[in-house]
Each structure stands twice: as C-alpha cells, then as structure tokens.
C-alpha cells in the first residue's frame, strides 16, 4: 500500500494513502503558516508515486519542485531528526511551467468554443441578458460551420450580429446592439488584462498534463499565476473551465490504486466570490463526480468557509495550519474549521488551531473504507525540493528540457470565423460593385418592337406621339361644331360610348 507522509508527532504519524487521493481534500491555513509546503509535500509524494499533478504558482514559490534543496543545514537537520527521517536526499521533481501569458511558462490556450459561453460570460462580466445575446451568437456560429478560437473571431462574429440583428432575432431570439456593444466593451477590457494570449491555437490538449517522466515519476505541471491571480475572474474561469475537461473528457475508471491526476485549486475563495447559482452548481457536480474518473482535487484557502458547504464535505482529506483569532470572524472561522475534523478525545481542535506554529498543522486522512482517522497535530515532513522561488536563467533552463516546449511554444492561425466573414463581406461587396457597373435592362432592352410602339405612342424627346398630334388637333377643332363631334366621336369610342 503506498502512502505519502504529511507529518508527525510524539506518538503518531499522518500518511494519506494513495487509493484515497482521489477523494479530495483541502489545505488551509493564514498566510505564511506553511500552507505551500504542504502543497509542495503532496505534490512531491503523488509525484513519486508516478501520479501527475496540476497545481497554481500564485505567489512564485512552487517553482522551486523544480531543483532539488540545498544540502541540509543544522536547522534543517534538527527537523529532519525530529522527523524522523533517515533516507532523505535532495531531489528535483520533473516539472513542466505554464503560463497563460506565455512569460514564465508555455502558453496555455484554449479556443473560444471550447471554453463555452458560460464560463466566458463570467469572465466577461456579463448581466443575464447579455449573457443570453452571447449564448445566441455562438449557436449562429455553430449553425454556419464558423470557428471561434479566438477573440478575433469572437469580436468578427459580434460585428456581424450587429449588422444583422433583426434576421438573427427572427431565428434565435431578441438580441438588441445595446447588449452586443457591451459584451464587445467587455472583450476590450478582457484583451487589455493580457486575456488574448489565452485564447488560440495550439489548445492544450489534456494528454500533456498527464505525463511521466523516464523514470515513471509523474509530472508537475506549475502554472505561473502571479499576475494571473491579478484577474480573478479569467483564473478562477481558466482553472474551472480545466478541471471541467477533465472530468468531460477522462472515461469512467472507478476507485484505482492510484490516482490518474491530482488538481491542486489555490486561492480557491476566488472561485466562489460572487458566483451565480448556476456556475456553482456545476462545480458542486464536478467535483462531486470527478472521482470516479480517477482525479482528485485539492482546495487551497486561508479559511475552509471559503469553499461553500457542499463541496466542503466531498473532501475527506485535510490539514489546517494555524488561524489566527483576532476578531469575532476569525473566531467563527477557528470554531467552523474544528468542527470539520474527526475528533480526538486527546486533543482540543479549537485551542490547538490557534496555537499552531510555521510548519504545523493539524491533519487527517482517510483510513481503511473511507473513514477519517482522528485529527493529529504534526510536524509537517520537509520536502527534497527546493523551498523557494527560483532565477530565471534556472526556469529557462528547465524550460529547454521540457517535452511540449515545440508544440506550444509557437502559435498557429488557421481559417475561423474571422477569416470566413471577412470573405463573405469581400463577395458581397464585390456583387455590388458589378451591379453598380452594369445597371438592369429596361424593357426597350429586352423587346424592340414594344419600344417602337411605345415611341410612337408617347413619342420621343425629337418626335411626337399619335397621343401629342391627336390633343393639338382636338384643341384645334374644339371651337366648331364639328370639332365637338369628332371629339364626342373620339371619348366615345376610347371609352365604350351609349350605343344608339
């Protein structure tokens, strides 16, 4: 049975067994209590155990799984004595930097479609209605055969429902410019925090986050979020609209001996803060089903509230470092995260988070069918990797050694939506100008023997008509009385006259 150590104490010891990584769980704790390292021990362990991981760099000191540590000190000796452990060695972990921006990492893109209209909307920003405006342009898109990776082609595509709102609306439903000139602001916006990078080609693909080494050790996978984490609403939708592949595209593969991925969601509160019902539902449904397609999820916050109660209790696997109870909140937040905890008749949970100090926290994980073993209170183990940010020459250098480097790393601009509209508006412009060239016939065109009729009818500019000559005649003729019986003659016979 294969295990990951997470930490001792005195008398116990905390291991999470791997056949139960993929039942979620959830690291907490205030800033700068350790919460990282706890990271970092969960990933280097699945890692060893040749499971791949995915895991949130937000304040840039997870790239450090990359090199090994340093050779041990005399601070780190002692912890390592108290730990008890005899075969530590410095060791590197085979990692792979993403990054949305493209900077610290390979570029990691998805396409407009693929990310969909709902998680797109709330990146966006969007009210209901202008959400319901984006949900009808991309079923025009997918009715035309029209591509959307990117947002060039989004912003094509909102250009052309513009000019044909009143033909759209006939078919799809209302959609009203005023909603089309707002979700076009918002896509301004969206391109000036650096979110058109994310979206293009060559898309991810979720093999490449499922890889293993030589060695069989799996890969980590460290997304560069520093700056990422500065939009809240693109991080919390890329990291959403991630794990919802996964669990969209993996098959069915039950409880395994070992996980097949393991998520790791840092900053989660950010996932949660003024989420519509809907979206947090589908996470709920995710994560309450990911399970089974052999992925786990690992939530990171500084309070367990700030994952919502329904999810809160999908995830049997816990370690909270200390939380500080400075105001009422706080107390609240203490009294919250003890109860989530398998209790201990020997240990007081709500003292003991309080009193925690750096590099401590309390821990439980689940045991033999599922059962959560009683809260200890643990030194937590000392990783082999480097603890730390490291120099951009060192992740240049790991970057050179990476296996997608030459997929990713150069983008590709296919034929979309973009391309296909701007062609369609070239053939109608061009139509235009032949008509405009080379006007409609008119019917002395088509029928020269009705034009000659016509001329002698009406006449021409040089000739007159048999009506012209017929009406100078009548004036003529009108002051006798013979002149009014030709014209009498003449009405009567144009207009059927009384017959005698």
């Known amino acids: 049975m294969s295990q990951i150590l997470i930490g001792r104490n005195d008398t116990a010891e905390v291991s999470l067994e791997s056949r139960y990584g993929n039942r979620h769980g959830m690291v907490a704790g205030a800033t700068g209590t350790g919460k990282s390292v706890s990271l970092m021990v969960l990933a280097e362990g699945f890692s060893r155990l040749g499971v791949p991981c995915v895991l949130a760099d937000v304040k840039g ?3 450090g799984l990359a090199l090994p540590a340093s050779e041990p000190g005399d601070k780190l000796q002692a912890r390592l004595s108290r730990l008890g452990l005899t075969d530590w060695q410095p060791q590197a972990n085979p990692v792979v930097f993403w990054d949305l921006y493209g900077k610290h990492g390979h570029p990691l893109r998805t396409t407009v479609s693929e990310m969909g209209p709902a998680l797109l909307g709330r990146v966006l920003q969007l ?3 202008q959400q319901g405006v984006l949900e009808v342009i991309f079923k025009v898109a997918d009715d035309q055969g029209w591509l959307l990776l990117d947002l060039t082609d989004l912003r094509a595509l909102l250009s052309f429902a513009a000019e044909n709102a009143r033909d759209i609306s006939g078919h799809y439903g209302l959609i009203g410019n005023t909603s089309i000139a707002a979700i076009q602001r918002s896509l301004l916006a969206l391109e000036q925090a650096g979110g058109e990078g994310f979206f293009g080609e060559p898309a991810l693909e979720l093999t490449d986050l499922l890889r293993q080494d030589m060695s069989g050790r799996g890969v980590i996978n460290v997304l560069a979020a520093d700056q990422l984490v500065l939009e809240p609403k ?3 939708a890329f990291l959403l609209w991630l794990l919802s592949e996964l669990f969209e595209q993996l098959p069915e593969v039950g409880d395994q001996e070992l996980p097949r991925l393991v998520f790791f969601f840092d900053e989660a509160h950010l996932l949660f803060d003024d989420c519509p019902p809907a979206l947090r539902q589908r996470v709920e449904q995710v994560v309450r089903l990911i399970r089974s397609k052999g992925v786990g999820v690992y939530f990171c916050s500084q309070n367990p ?3 919502p109660e329904d999810i809160l209790g999908q995830l049997g696997n816990r370690i909270q470092h200390a939380l500080r109870a400075f105001t009422p909140r706080d107390q609240k937040a203490v009294r919250a995260a ?15 988070i309080g009193q925690l100090g750096v590099g401590e926290a309390l821990a439980s994980t689940l045991r033999e069918g599922g059962v959560p073993s009683p809260v200890e209170r643990v030194l937590v183990t000392t990783p082999r990797c480097r603890i730390g940010a490291i120099t951009e020459a060192e992740r240049t250098a790991v970057r050179q050694r990476s296996p997608v480097g030459g997929k990713y790393d150069t983008p590709v601009n296919r034929e ?7 062609r369609r508006a070239d053939a109608k412009a061009a139509d235009a100008s032949v008509v405009a060239a080379d006007p409609p016939p008119t019917p002395a065109d088509d029928n020269a023997w009705g034009g000659a009729v016509h001329d002698a009818v009406f006449g021409t500019r040089r000739r007159q008509g048999m009506i012209e000559t017929m009406g100078k ?5 009108m002051g006798s ?3 009014r019986q030709i014209l009498r003659g003449v009405l009567g016979g144009l207009f059927g006259g009384r017959r005698r």
């Open 473 to 477: 005649q009548v004036v003529r003729t």
């Open 61 to 63: 000191d997870l790239a």
């Open 305 to 307: 509230d700030d994952v």
């Open 234 to 236: 693109l991080y919390a």
């Open 338 to 352: 003890a109860e989530t905890f398998a209790p201990n008749p020997k240990l007081d949970v709500t003292a003991a």
């Open 127 to 129: 009210s209901d209605t």
């Open 481 to 483: 009385q013979i002149g």
């Open 416 to 422: 979309s939506a973009a391309e296909m509209l701007a």
